[in-house]
Every structure is written in C-alpha cells, then in structure tokens.
C-alpha cells in the first residue's frame, strides 16, 4: 500500500458560520466540513465532515466561528 501525503495552500477567511454559503467547505475544530442545510429560525446550519467511512452530522450556531475555504491556490502530492 502507498501512502501519499497531500499538501494544500488554500485563501480562507475566518468568520462566522451563518455568514458562509450553503455547499461550502469549512474547517471546524481541525476538521474538514461542508455545509448541507441552514436551519431557518433557529439560527443553526447543518454540516457533514468529509472522510471516508461513517460521516458526522451535526448542527453548529450560526454564530460559531470557523474558517471558510475560498479557493484552492496549488495542491502537491508526494509518496
């Protein structure tokens, strides 16, 4: 089996989750999420991990401060 490591230089934002766009990739406490649903009167927007395996669904404040990935500026792989 090969591992391979990915390296990522990305442009992110820290903010406020309800001020992110439904669909968009986050990062949560040195996780990796995308945000499915927002949750109208409650203030709280529905988010998944992303991995393999079982994936986690929680719901987080709208208030909760994450850092939003904008754009994905070069990616290097080595084995």
Sequence with gaps: MVIYHMWMRLKTEETNLG???????????????????KIDGMKQMLVTNIGDGNRESILLASSTEVCYIKDVIKITEEA
């Design 19 to 37: 001020r992110v766009p439904v669909g968009s990739i986050i990062i949560y406490e040195k996780r990796v999420w995308i945000t499915v649903n």
